[in-house]
Nanobody, 127 residues
Framework: QVQLVESGGGSVQAGGSLRLSCTAS????????MGWVRQAPGKEREGVAC????????FYADSVNGRFTISQDNAKNTLYLQMNSLKPEDTAMYYC????????????????????WGQGTQVTVSS
């Protein structure tokens, strides 16, 4: 059973930065995809960024492209999301997500429907 544990959320003023981390355990798949999905109150889930296990494919939503960077440390089974130039509209619960199906993440798109999820970490950006 895949387990995902996020950390690093918090409150920050607009223009600030935060780094989210997600430690994964309980899997042996070499080929997998991980990403960050967010959901604000009253809004649908939004795929923010994703990356393949080999790092050969990454995707960013238009809303965060150029401000957020997804990365991973495979030795530590840890996924990161560096968030810079944060805006109030980035306020949401951020979830780490994991899946082995190749259609959930590629260079052109990202699904918001991953198979495994963490508990989420809140990011609040004030103006």
């Amino acid at each position: 059973q895949v387990q995902l544990v996020e950390s690093g959320g918090g409150s920050v003023q607009a223009g600030g930065s935060l780094r989210l981390s997600c430690t994964a355990s309980g899997y042996t798949y070499r080929t997998h995809y991980m990403g960050w999905v967010r959901q604000a109150p009253g809004k649908e889930r939004e795929g923010v960024a994703c990356i393949s296990a080999a790092g050969s494919a990454t995707f960013y939503a238009d809303s965060v492209n150029g401000r957020f960077t997804i990365s991973q440390d495979n030795a530590k089974n840890t996924l990161y999301l560096q968030m810079n130039s944060l805006k109030p509209e980035d306020t949401a619960m951020y979830y780490c997500a994991f899946d082995t199906r190749p259609w959930v993440c590629n260079r052109y798109m990202m699904s918001a429907d991953f198979g495994y999820w963490g508990q989420g970490t809140q990011v609040t950006v004030s103006s």
